[in-house]
């Protein structure tokens, strides 16, 4: 199985999760922001942090599974596992949320 394989099969239960909860909760634009923000910010730092491991040879990839796309160093299969994270959680944490119930801080504010 190559890592792009393995990478689509990991991300198809956070994009099944997220859509879940887009269709369900119907968020607004702050929500989708905050999640976009979110996932800008795990993507830039894969790129980094995955690109200094890989060059100070923490491991290694077989070349024969990859796309062969990368982000400085960091193979393109690598950055599915913090867009998962990024969809997943947020979405996880809008539907388990009790319907009614306002946004944390603003009870406090009557």
Same mark, same amino acid.
Do not use: K
């Given at each position: @199985?190559?890592?792009?394989?393995? *990478?689509? +099969?990991?991300?198809?239960?956070? +994009?099944? =999760?997220? *859509?879940?909860?887009?269709? +369900? /909760?119907?968020?607004?634009? %702050?929500?989708?922001?905050?999640?976009?923000? $979110? *996932?800008?910010?795990?993507?830039? @730092?894969?790129? +980094?942090?995955?690109?200094? @491991? =890989?060059?100070?040879?923490?491991? %290694?990839?077989?070349?024969? /599974?990859?796309?062969? $796309?990368? $982000? =400085? %160093?960091?193979?393109?299969?690598?950055?599915?596992?913090?867009?998962?994270?990024?969809? @997943?959680?947020? *979405?996880?944490?809008?539907?388990?949320?009790?319907?009614? /119930?306002?946004?944390?801080?603003?009870?406090? %504010?009557?």
């Amino acid at each position: @199985m190559t890592y792009a394989a393995l *990478a689509l +099969v990991f991300l198809a239960v956070p +994009v099944a =999760i997220a *859509a879940l909860a887009a269709t +369900v /909760r119907l968020p607004d634009r %702050r929500w989708w922001g905050c999640t976009a923000a $979110v *996932a800008a910010a795990l993507l830039v @730092m894969t790129a +980094v942090f995955d690109s200094l @491991m =890989i060059a100070a040879d923490l491991f %290694r990839f077989d070349s024969a /599974r990859l796309l062969g $796309v990368h $982000v =400085i %160093r960091a193979p393109l299969e690598d950055f599915a596992w913090p867009l998962a994270s990024a969809l @997943m959680l947020p *979405a996880l944490w809008l539907l388990l949320e009790r319907p009614g /119930r306002a946004p944390s801080g603003e009870e406090q %504010r009557s």
